[in-house]
């Protein structure tokens, strides 16, 4: 069990990237973690070095049965969650042509379903214990979309939509979540983790053709450093007042600010003709309000 001097993380998609580099911070700082990983076997130096503070267990956060039993194993062997961090997932770039259903599927069922299947798990016993942290790894293409990055973005997006949602839901039970959005990091998203599609179409040379040359070309030289990310994350679970967004990196920063300048402008632009559509002598006020 963990003391109550000690964080209990759950961090899905351990061994590699993000996760494994948060994972080693954490347990760096005297933190409890729970590493999941589909091969948990390569978490085997971190279990050697943190053997009282750390647990390996296999986890495909796509299957339900294995995203409750690893939930289930964790409570039993800590006591409790009391952070979350869905960071398993991965880059499929290409144009929304050139990908075939099954592709498609698959990405939104680790990215956005396997989110999705853990928080479910998680949530009953953050409820129980009237705390807790979720911290959900979407992208800076979770806020702004590119060429080629379409299904990518859209499981980002949809996971925000959720985030936002859950945020407003669990507030008011000591819950909170905060959605990251990080730029170019060097992790292996555009190495190992990049799925691009078999056969590419000609006429999509200059846009998804260019973005995934573009990844390929920065691989290894992202600005990124994912160990100044994790302890970015750390410091958002250690606030009292964490954001709802974290956007990492400058040219998260650059990308989210011009989105929203671009976004304020058109919604300006067409504000009057957005208001008309009400009926006459209609008083409108916000969503939900």
Known sequence: MADNTQKVWFI????TGFGRVLAETVLEEGNCVIATARKPEQLNDLITQYPETAKAIRLDVTNP?????????????FGRIDVLVNNAGYGAVGALEEFSDEAIRRQFETNLLGALNVMRAVLPSMRQQRSGHILNISSVGGFVSFPGSGIYCSTKFALEGLSEALAQEVKPL?????????????TDFGGRSLITPEQSIDDYASTSGAMIQWIRENDGKQP???KKAAKAMIQVVESDNP???LA???????AISEKLESVKAELEAWKQ?????AFEGVEVGAIGG
């Open 224 to 226: 990124g450093d994912p």
């Open 174 to 186: 000591g819950i909170k979540v905060t959605i990251i959005e990080p730029g170019a990091f060097r």
């Open 243 to 245: 954001p709802l967004r």
């Open 248 to 254: 990492l990196g400058a040219d998260a920063v650059n």
């Open 12 to 15: 899905t998609g351990s061994s």
């Open 65 to 77: 049965q294995e995203v409750s039993e690893a939930v289930n194993s964790a409570l039993d062997a």
């Open 273 to 277: 003709v957005a208001i008309d559509t």
